[in-house]
């Protein structure tokens, strides 16, 4: 299957009044010198003499006009769009530097949004062979909750976020709506965004508190082959990353940052567990990387647009903005065509519910045309911008509706005509699902039903021909007793009860009851479990690394005090917290799984002895905390190297909120193993080979070192 990489575009705001610039934040033009492709190029902060030069396919410094931006990158898209394919277009970047700009733009310098509404509008105009109609829904991700901007604000409420039988994530409820008109889209756009959560800071005035996604679905019938193709662009404004220390936050603010900060978080991990190949891709742990699934490693076409503020308090965050950039240009998506055949399935054999149905197609070479769109570095003059936001203070009630988010070809209700449609849930289940031949689960019961009918009828039926046998034989036998004389040892044996079979009638039932109730049971657990994660992870989020590592041990020491006292539920329950602030320790994870085996079992548990400790110099304080051969090996996974690197790698949070402290700094090194990890960062190979020039080259396989080079002079790599 054909696959395509998440598009970068960079864009450099221009300064605003009164922010401080010291131009080292720099958009070079496409040259042979650079390989042919534009950079940015930032100075490091900690050392000057250092430059670390970032290349990406588009790059727009802060002439750049929205119009340029839009014609490179976006326009190429709606050809996508229009081939059935799902796009999705994301803003990132620190508060402050121009997403929401960029998205909305002004009513006299309209952003992606309102331009990407006209080109799809001027397309549906040139297209004769379907029958096209268009759908707008628009929500926002609020302190990880989601709302639907269709629906007055104090009307909403949180709207579950759903898989399908396929696997696809949809936000459930979600409203729809049609429309006809680029006027009706303003319309309905102009309400929703006032709907949206917005706020002032001393970084914003106009500050988005949420992640906004906008979808224009596009249905196109083919009323001769009587199907369907099925287009989505998925416009993203996110959320901007925040250093409480700037945005001199009050409370209820710190609340949004802290949730806004741990979902960026949460989506540089998914970045990061992408590029590593990991078996485990941790989606999960927020709604927006839930929902943006389909963008990350799935089968949509993804554009980043990566805003950059040039302010030299900005200066890390760009780093992090650049390197998350950096790692999402590695991943990979197998975008395909989303049709639909509206034709009433074949009535098949009960025996054939099982075939698998067809594979999606893979989308063709369109992509291929977005993936030679140009550079650019744009040229016009510098403007300011009123948000068309309105400011409010008020934080986020609540808000409500319906409307499939992934693949609509999978998922989206036939006949959806009428004003504002509302998908009801079991519409959302995927028709084509594993189940096959587009079959629900009522018609699929329906079958099961016919099926137990019609061999509860024959088995009535043989049973019948055999007590008719049963009789004849009887009377012959009763003939044949008549015609012998009395005495005779021949004696009638005692007729057997007969009794239906139990045949295919009960395990038929029993199966499908017992996956009722087993899949039930497993729900409600998981929902438990994601509450009682969501808690702790709240609390997690506001601590320092440290921290969470000392608040994690503490409970691994309760949780094993009570195992050893064979309270091996409260053990348990203590370990999963742990887990909350330790999630990557896996030895804990294994922990945990042993426990809940043997709570589960009703068995004892015997922990594993601890692994014989490395004499260590004692140095100061010693650790005050008791200790566990599960944190132990926490311990030392969190102090190698590579969990720096992890640290540096997620976006939010830890990074933003560190301002310029390294991610080290106060740490003791251990074991030695620091020189090692370090020697993979690109200004310490440079050292390394002992050469002298402060230029970097950041490929898509390295990242920006965020800890101060001691070195004076680096290498070109
Ligand atoms: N390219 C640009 N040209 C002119 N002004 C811009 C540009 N980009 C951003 N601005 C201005 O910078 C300010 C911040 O921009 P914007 O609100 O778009 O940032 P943001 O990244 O969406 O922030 P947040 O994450 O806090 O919502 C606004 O006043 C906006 O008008």
Known sequence: MATHKIKIAA????????????????????SDENGGSSVISVTNPRDPSQVFKFPFSSCYDEDATQEEIFRNDVQPMIDVVYS?????????????????????????????IPRTIRAIFDKKSTISDYQVSLLVSYMEIYKDEVYDLLVARENAPKLPVRENDAGMVFVANLTAEPIATVEEFDAIYNQATKNRSVGATNLNRASSRSHAVLTIEVRMSDPTRNTTL??????????????????????????????????????????????QGASRIPYRNSKLTRILQDALGGSSVGLLICNLAPGTKFRQDTLNTLNFAVRTKNVENKPVINERDNRPAPKPHFAAVAIQPPAAKPAPAILQAISTAGAGTGAGPRRSRTSLVPVSKVPRVSMAGYQPFALPGAVAGAGRNGPREKIKEEDMHDRSGSLGLGLTEKEIDERISKAVEAEVARRLEERERAREREEEERRAREQEMESQPPGSSKSRSPK????????VLTPLLKRHKDLDDELKSRLEELERKFER??????????????????????????????????????????????????PDNVKLKER?????????????????????????KKKGKAASVVEDAAMDADDQ???????????????????TNAGMDSPTKGKRPLDGQEGEDDAETPPKRQRRDGKSMAVVNVSSDDEVPLAPSKSKRLVVS
């Open 84 to 112: 059935g394919v799902t796009v999705t277009i994301f803003a990132y970047g620190v508060t402050s530097s121009g997403k929401t700009h960029t998205m909305q733009g002004t009513k006299t310098d309209p952003g992606v």
């Open 637 to 655: 996974s969190e102090l190698k190297p590579g969990s720096r690197r992890r640290e540096r790698a997620e976006f939010g949070l830890e990074l």
């Open 230 to 275: 099925i287009g989505k662009i998925n416009l993203v404004d996110l959320a901007g990353s925040e250093n409480n220390k700037l945005t001199g936050n009050d409370p209820s603010r710190m609340a949004e940052s802290s949730a806004i900060n741990k979902s960026l978080s949460v989506l540089g991990q998914v970045v990061h567990a992408l590029n």
């Open 533 to 582: 994660g969501n808690k702790e992870f709240q609390l997690a989020d506001v601590l320092s690394p440290v921290s969470k590592k000392k608040t994690g041990r503490a409970y691994v020491a309760l949780a094993r005090a009570h195992s050893e006292k064979g309270d091996l539920q409260v053990a348990l329950d203590l370990y999963r917290k742990a887990e909350s602030y330790v």
């Open 11 to 30: 864009r450099l705001r221009p300064r605003l009044n009164g922010e401080l610039d010291d131009e080292s934040v720099k958009v070079i033009r496409a």
């Open 592 to 616: 945990i799984i042993e426990i809940e085996w043997a709570v589960k079992n009703n068995k004892e548990f015997v922990p594993s002895p601890k692994p014989p400790r490395k004499a260590k």
């Open 496 to 503: 057997k009860e007969q009794t239906l079979p139990s045949g």
